[in-house]
């Protein structure tokens, strides 16, 4: 799902029947309002602690978010530093609480509707141990998505039950605890409520109720006015159990004249308790890989993936040096890698997986490398590439330096599997001809590795052997931070066709990629000038060509508006259009990509 999706769906979710926090009358709290509070809170306070335990002071020079995020990471955070993926990670949250009311709508334990306590806290245990679980995978986004579905239902318990009616003032904690039991539940047979034929009632509690502080929830009956009898509702338009007596509701999601101060004591208490469910995780995690999940801290893992065959030897330096250059770039810089990989591949040898967490012994592994062995050329590149999936997280960057076709061709499904499950990216650097002998039941050529490469998002650049030092400046773009694809087609054959894509003010570095032999194109602006392939250094932007590649970077930051590119070919060829994100709203209130993006 894109961010822009994921937000449209919010926004559609919240506009229909929902069984929530919903922003009615006056400042009314909802779950996004009490979601970023609880968040902001404890990144703040882990960002405090971060930096007095590494000797620096946390002060943000604004509410920006990447003030926030430069102040965290502190002054060895060179260069400049984006808070767009601090503000993906909020918005991913966000979204999937809001889908709760979505895709759960009818479900009582996903609301604590129904007197479904343990239910409910089943969901919020479980989704704890899996968010734990994710973060020691480093597969942060699984963990956000799992934390915006918990923090919902967290939340409902005080706005669905009547927790806040029962004079409580601090979360209940054994929500978050499985070991520790849920006491003094109303039973089925006991009457909670009593009837309110206006349905605008203060407190319909039962007096009994509230004197043995029994523990109830409204019921909810999307379809169905059925309820156990004196059982007290949800209340509202949407709840069909509402109009059956005893009438009326409980629920607190909306502030009303009736229930301001209940309301806002389940708002507070609510709010709490998210605060204490982000601590508990906090505590499991550690400060630096809850950083890491709230898009933070460094987050990225870069993986070399080498051919070290003996056709390689006139390569082996050039590969060296361009995995010097990308590591030596990112240095103290906020996309500095959290951990480097390196899969050495040969024939019929690869690996094994070395890793590090240190830039330095990473480059010292890699002057290791020696070309030799290796007899026909397709070599086991895909072999090695699947250890570096397998070996590295979700979301990984992976470089693949080859000369040669894929020997285990047999894997190709596999590795598209693999990138498709754990969103990596791949790029390929391939010199050396497009040769297809093989020996195997079909044959492989390099299209092989352009069509893993357009699947992950990244490139697959094809140069001399001379040429390879000149890839790097693409290498140094496909591993920028807040990267996101704007727009990326593919095209086998080639045809003439006309490519129109929008930029605004959310975005920077606009770079166009193409690759293919043959290439014929014109690129338009918003204002209807025009630059061709044959003009190096024009108005609109300046050219760049390596082997297949040609590599176009925008001139202007104006560039706001309705671009177009027209490509004419008779080969297979690719185009991306790439930028960086440039959030211009604050922490407190929710952003939204204006372009329909995948970050990288």
């Given at each position: 799902?894109?961010?822009?999706?994921?937000?449209?769906?919010?926004?559609?979710?919240?506009?229909?029947?929902?069984?929530?926090?919903?922003?009615?009358?006056?400042?009314?709290s909802?779950?996004?309002?009490?979601?970023?509070?609880?968040?902001?809170?404890?990144?703040?306070?882990?960002?405090?602690?971060?930096?007095?335990?590494?000797?620096y002071?946390?002060?943000?020079?604004?509410?920006?978010?990447e003030?926030?995020?430069?102040?965290c990471?502190?002054?060895?955070?060179?260069?400049?530093?984006?808070?767009?993926?601090?503000?993906y990670?909020l918005?991913?949250?966000?979204?999937?609480?809001?889908?709760?009311?979505?895709?759960?709508v009818?479900?009582?334990?996903?609301?604590?509707?129904s007197?479904?306590?343990?239910?409910?806290?089943?969901?919020?245990?479980?989704?704890?141990?899996?968010?734990?679980?994710?973060?020691?995978?480093?597969?942060?986004?699984?963990?956000?998505?799992?934390?915006?579905?918990?923090l919902?239902?967290l939340?409902?318990?005080?706005?669905?039950?009547?927790?806040?009616?029962l004079?409580?003032?601090?979360p209940?904690?054994?929500?978050?605890?499985?070991?520790?039991?849920?006491?003094?539940?109303?039973?089925?047979?006991?009457?909670?409520?009593?009837?309110?034929?206006?349905?605008?009632?203060?407190?319909?509690?039962?007096?009994?109720?509230?004197?043995?502080?029994?523990?109830?929830?409204?019921?909810?009956g999307?379809?169905?006015?059925d309820?156990?009898?004196?059982?007290?509702?949800?209340?509202?338009?949407?709840?069909?159990?509402?109009?059956?007596?005893?009438?009326?509701?409980?629920?607190?999601?909306?502030?009303?004249?009736?229930?301001?101060?209940?309301h806002?004591?389940?708002?507070?208490?609510?709010?709490?308790?998210?605060?204490e469910?982000?601590?508990?995780?906090?505590?499991?995690?550690?400060d630096?890989?809850?950083?890491?999940?709230?898009?933070?801290?460094?987050?990225?893992?870069?993986?070399?993936?080498?051919?070290t065959?003996?056709?390689?030897?006139?390569?082996?330096?050039?590969?060296?040096?361009?995995?010097?250059?990308?590591?030596?770039?990112?240095?103290?810089?906020?996309?500095?890698?959290?951990e480097?990989?390196?899969?050495?591949?040969?024939?019929?040898?690869?690996?094994?997986?070395?890793?590090?967490?240190d830039?330095?012994?990473?480059?010292?592994e890699?002057?290791?490398?020696?070309a030799?062995?290796?007899?026909?050329?397709?070599?086991?590149?895909?072999?090695?590439?699947?250890?570096?999936l397998?070996?590295?997280?979700?979301?990984?960057?992976?470089?693949?330096?080859?000369?040669?076709?894929?020997?285990?061709?047999?894997?190709?499904?596999?590795?598209?599997?693999?990138?498709?499950?754990?969103?990596?990216?791949?790029?390929?650097?391939?010199t050396?001809?497009?040769?297809?002998r093989?020996?195997?039941?079909?044959?492989?050529?390099?299209d092989?590795?352009?069509?893993?490469?357009?699947?992950?998002?990244?490139?697959?650049?094809?140069?001399?052997?001379?040429?390879?030092?000149?890839?790097?400046?693409?290498i140094?773009?496909?591993?920028?931070?807040?990267?996101?694809?704007?727009?990326?087609?593919a095209?086998?054959?080639?045809?003439?066709?006309?490519?129109?894509f929008?930029?605004?003010?959310?975005?920077?570095?606009?770079?166009?990629?193409?690759?293919?032999?043959?290439?014929?194109?014109?690129?338009?602006?918003?204002?209807?000038?025009?630059?061709?392939?044959?003009?190096?250094?024009?108005?609109?932007?300046?050219?760049?060509?390596?082997?297949?590649?040609?590599?176009i970077?925008?001139?202007?930051?104006?560039?706001?508006?309705?671009w177009?590119?027209?490509?004419?070919?008779n080969q297979?060829?690719?185009?991306k259009?790439?930028?960086?994100?440039?959030?211009?709203?604050?922490?407190?209130?929710?952003?939204?990509?204006?372009?329909?993006?995948?970050?990288?």
């Amino acid at each position: 799902m894109t961010l822009l999706l994921g937000i449209a769906l919010l926004a559609w979710t919240l506009s229909g029947p929902t069984v929530a926090f919903v922003p009615i009358g006056g400042m009314a709290s909802t779950h996004i309002s009490i979601t970023r509070t609880a968040l902001l809170q404890k990144v703040k306070e882990t960002c405090q602690a971060v930096a007095e335990a590494s000797g620096y002071e946390f002060k943000p020079t604004g509410s920006s978010p990447e003030e926030l995020v430069q102040a965290c990471l502190g002054p060895t955070a060179t260069g400049d530093v984006s808070g767009a993926k601090f503000i993906y990670a909020l918005q991913e949250i966000y979204i999937q609480n809001g889908l709760v009311d979505h895709y759960f709508v009818n479900s009582a334990p996903h609301h604590f509707s129904s007197e479904a306590f343990l239910e409910g806290r089943s969901l919020i245990t479980q989704g704890m141990a899996a968010i734990k679980a994710n973060i020691r995978k480093e597969n942060f986004q699984a963990a956000r998505e799992t934390l915006g579905r918990v923090l919902h239902t967290l939340q409902d318990f005080y706005s669905h039950s009547n927790w806040v009616e029962l004079d409580n003032t601090e979360p209940y904690i054994n929500l978050i605890h499985p070991d520790l039991p849920l006491e003094n539940l109303a039973d089925k047979d006991t009457a909670t409520c009593s009837d309110c034929a206006s349905g605008t009632c203060p407190n319909p509690i039962l007096p009994n109720i509230l004197k043995e502080k029994k523990l109830t929830s409204g019921y909810m009956g999307i379809f169905s006015s059925d309820k156990p009898k004196g059982k007290c509702s949800h209340g509202g338009a949407s709840d069909l159990t509402s109009t059956a007596v005893p009438r009326g509701g409980i629920s607190k999601d909306e502030r009303r004249s009736d229930n301001v101060a209940l309301h806002n004591a389940a708002v507070n208490v609510a709010t709490a308790a998210s605060l204490e469910l982000l601590q508990d995780i906090r505590l499991a995690a550690g400060d630096n890989d809850f950083l890491r999940m709230m898009g933070i801290a460094r987050s990225s893992v870069l993986s070399f993936v080498i051919d070290t065959t003996g056709s390689m030897s006139d390569d082996i330096d050039d590969a060296r040096e361009a995995a010097y250059g990308i590591i030596d770039s990112k240095k103290g810089t906020q996309d500095e890698p959290s951990e480097y990989i390196l899969v050495p591949f040969n024939d019929p040898s690869f690996g094994p997986l070395i890793r590090t967490t240190d830039p330095n012994k990473m480059k010292s592994e890699i002057s290791k490398l020696t070309a030799n062995d290796g007899g026909d050329t397709p070599e086991m590149c895909l072999s090695g590439l699947q250890l570096a999936l397998t070996g590295a997280p979700a979301s990984s960057h992976i470089y693949v330096f080859t000369d040669a076709t894929a020997k285990d061709i047999d894997l190709k499904d596999t590795i598209d599997a693999l990138i498709r499950i754990t969103k990596s990216r791949v790029s390929f650097f391939m010199t050396g001809a497009s040769s297809r002998r093989r020996r195997s039941l079909r044959a492989a050529s390099f299209d092989d590795y352009k069509d893993l490469a357009l699947v992950s998002g990244g490139q697959a650049i094809q140069v001399s052997k001379k040429q390879l030092s000149q890839a790097t400046d693409v290498i140094f773009d496909t591993s920028t931070s807040a990267l996101v694809t704007v727009l990326q087609r593919a095209r086998n054959p080639g045809k003439q066709e006309t490519f129109p894509f929008t930029l605004d003010q959310s975005l920077k570095n606009i770079t166009i990629y193409i690759t293919g032999t043959s290439i014929i194109f014109t690129l338009t602006n918003p204002d209807g000038m025009t630059q061709n392939q044959d003009q190096a250094s024009g108005q609109l932007a300046t050219i760049q060509t390596v082997g297949n590649l040609r590599r176009i970077r925008l001139n202007s930051e104006k560039h706001t508006g309705a671009w177009k590119i027209q490509i004419n070919s008779n080969q297979p060829y690719t185009l991306k259009v790439t930028g960086q994100i440039l959030y211009v709203c604050s922490l407190h209130r929710v952003c939204s990509l204006v372009a329909s993006v995948r970050i990288l």
